[in-house]
Antibody, heavy 118, light 108 residues
């Protein structure tokens, strides 16, 4: 069955870097894209980035472009979100979610919490 | 960027009653809208896509309607497990994909 498992969250200082991982199983990353969606404590959902099934096309929300990089390793069925120059407003639970044909997000991981401390 | 506005922010309904949640878009989406349910401490779960198609395993008491800029999620007879936060999401024009701010459905 389809499963997504995030890891790599933790506490990082403002201006620091952190890399999140998303382990995918039950499907191939060569067929489906993966989104990153975040949720600040007590707040709503915010789309962050997507890596498309081709591994070439990547898109970011304006607030993270130039600071975050999404990548993947199809041999390991892993997706990564490299985050740098972290700010307090990046504090959130980060979810990876499977992309269904550039549309909705049909499967989600359980999330990993990133806390940026000052 | 397409802005989605959900109303009400909080909805109090008794178990067994009907709940109606609204999502309004800043421009036409055709039918490119999805709904998600999120319970405390859990990831969101896909309920509805294409404005009205239930995702796999979603009970028939959940229904979606609308097109263009106005959309509705209806839960026909609320069960205890339905009390949660509900989000709408558009995929008509991206990036960015955008979500509404959420409607919290609470027990009256």
């Amino acid at each position: 069955q389809v499963q997504l498992v995030e890891s790599g969250g933790g506490v990082v200082q403002r201006g620091g870097s952190l890399t999140l991982s998303c382990a995918a199983s039950g499907f191939s990353l060569s067929t489906y894209g993966i989104h990153w969606v975040r949720q600040a404590p007590g707040k709503g959902l915010e789309w962050v980035a997507v890596i498309k099934y081709d591994g070439i096309n990547k898109y970011y929300t304006d607030s993270v472009r130039g600071r975050f990089t999404v990548s993947r390793d199809t041999s390991e069925n892993m997706v990564y979100l490299q985050m740098s120059s972290l700010r307090a407003e990046d504090t959130a639970t980060y979810y990876c979610a499977r992309d269904f044909k550039n549309s909705w997000f049909d499967y989600w991981g359980q999330g990993t919490l990133v806390t940026v401390s000052s | 960027e397409i802005v989605l506005t959900q109303s009400p922010v909080t909805l109090s309904v008794s178990p067994g009653e009907r709940a109606t949640l609204s999502c309004r878009a800043s421009q036409s989406l055709s039918r490119s809208l999805a709904w998600y349910q999120q319970k405390p401490g859990q990831a969101p779960r896909l309920l509805i896509y294409g404005a009205s198609t239930r995702a796999t395993g979603i009970p028939a008491r959940f229904s979606g309607s609308g097109s263009g800029t106005d959309f509705t999620l209806t839960i026909s007879s609320l069960q205890s497990e339905d009390f949660a936060v509900y989000y709408c999401q558009q995929y008509y024009d991206w990036p960015p994909f955008t979500f509404g701010q959420g409607t919290k459905l609470e027990i009256k």
